[in-house]
């Protein structure tokens, strides 16, 4: 099983399909900015909670790194229709992208 890296540009129109979007990074870096939309599921927290994440989900973190470690494990693990955001937050925002910061209701 795979995923597929997608990039910023690309993630309006995935949300717009209907893809949910999972932030990985701990609690503390999503409180500090995150995309809009984003629900949290820090990746030390991944194992025991893959039920979470469904068909058409894009994973995000501050880079890429993190997100495409979870979507690589997911995806071993069966898990179908991953995204990865290629470039992650950090990309998301040098692109002047809106962010929202405060921790998931």
């Not at 898990?79 to 962010?99: Q, Y």
Request: charged share 25%.
């Amino acid at each position: 099983m795979t995923y597929q890296d997608i990039f910023t540009t690309e993630l309006e129109g995935k949300k717009r399909g209907g893809a949910r979007l999972v932030d990985v990074r701990e609690r503390e870096e999503y409180a500090a900015g995150h995309i809009p939309g984003a629900v949290n599921l820090p990746l030390s927290e991944l194992a025991g909670r893959e039920g979470e994440i469904e068909p058409n989900t894009v994973l995000v973190c501050a880079s890429g790194g993190r997100s495409s470690q979870a979507a690589a494990s997911l995806a071993s693990q069966g898990k179908t229709g991953l995204m990865n955001l290629s470039g992650g937050t950090a990309a998301w925002m040098r692109e002047g992208r809106e962010v929202t910061s405060g921790e998931q209701p």
